[in-house]
C-alpha cells in the first residue's frame, strides 16, 4: 500500500506519493516509486492499492485525457466501472485520484475508492482549500490524518504551492514515522492555472 495526498487550490494543484512499492509476500520492492501520471502539466491520474491493477486502470485511462477533458465524464465511467467490476471479490483495491484544468479552466480533481465504493468531486473556489488522500486501511482515521494536515498548513501557510508540498512533505514523513508501508522518499507534481 502507499500514501497519496492531493491538495488543491482555486488557482493550483499539488500532487504528493511515497515511495514504497510492497510486493505480495508484504517485501519491499522499490523505494522510489511514483504512484501519478503527469499528463502535460493540465491534468493528472494518481493511484494506491493494488499496483498492477491500478497502473493498469491509469494507461487505460490516459486516452481520455486531452486539451479539453470533461473530468466528469471520466468520473462518472470509473463508478459505473466499479460498480459493474467488483474489484473486492478479486481480492484487488483501487483508489484512483484524477483531475486538474477541468473545461472551464477551473481547478478540479476526483477520488473513485473501488474498497468503499465512494467517490468525491473537490472543486476549489474563492479562498478555499481542498484535499484528499489515497490509502486503505484504518491509518488514516487512527492518526487523524485530516486533522494533522490541518495543523500542518497552519504551521507552513497554503497560499502557494510551495507551502502546500511543504505541508504535504511533513504529513507524509508523520504517516511514514508511524506505517512502514510508506517511506519518505516522495514525488510530487505541481498543476498551475
Known amino acids: ?4 495526498s492531493v491538495l488543491g ?16 509476500n508484504h517485501e519491499i520492492l522499490q523505494e522510489d516509486y511514483q504512484r501519478f501520471i503527469n499528463i502535460g502539466n ?6 494506491a492499492g493494488s499496483q498492477g491493477p491500478c497502473e493498469e486502470l491509469s494507461v487505460q485511462m490516459l486516452p481520455y485525457f486531452d486539451v479539453k477533458t470533461d473530468f466528469s465524464v471520466i468520473h462518472n ?11 473486492n471479490q478479486r481480492g484487488v483495491k483501487v483508489m484512483i485520484a484524477f483531475g486538474g484544468i477541468n473545461l ?5 480533481f476526483f477520488t473513485v475508492d473501488s474498497e468503499t465504493n465512494k467517490s468525491e468531486r473537490y472543486f476549489p473556489e474563492g479562498e ?19 486533522g494533522k494536515m ?9 497560499n502557494t504551492p510551495t507551502e502546500c508540498v511543504s505541508a504535504q512533505k511533513l504529513l507524509n514523513d508523520y504517516i511514514a514515522d508511524h506505517d512502514a508501508e510508506v517511506n519518505k522518499k516522495t514525488s510530487r507534481m505541481v498543476i498551475k492555472k
Request: charged content about 25%.
Open 1 to 4: 500500500m502507499s500514501f497519496v
Open 77 to 87: 465511467a470509473l463508478v459505473d466501472f466499479f460498480n459493474t467490476d467488483d474489484l
Open 9 to 24: 487550490r482555486k488557482d493550483f494543484l499539488c500532487v504528493m506519493s511515497d515511495g514504497t512499492l510492497i510486493g505480495d
Open 104 to 108: 472551464e479552466g477551473n481547478i478540479e
Open 150 to 158: 490541518i495543523e500542518l498548513l497552519r504551521t507552513t501557510g497554503a
Open 42 to 47: 493540465q491534468a493528472f491520474i494518481a493511484f
Open 128 to 146: 478555499d482549500l481542498k484535499f484528499c488522500f489515497l490509502r486503505s486501511g484504518d491509518t488514516l482515521n487512527d492518526l487523524n490524518v485530516k
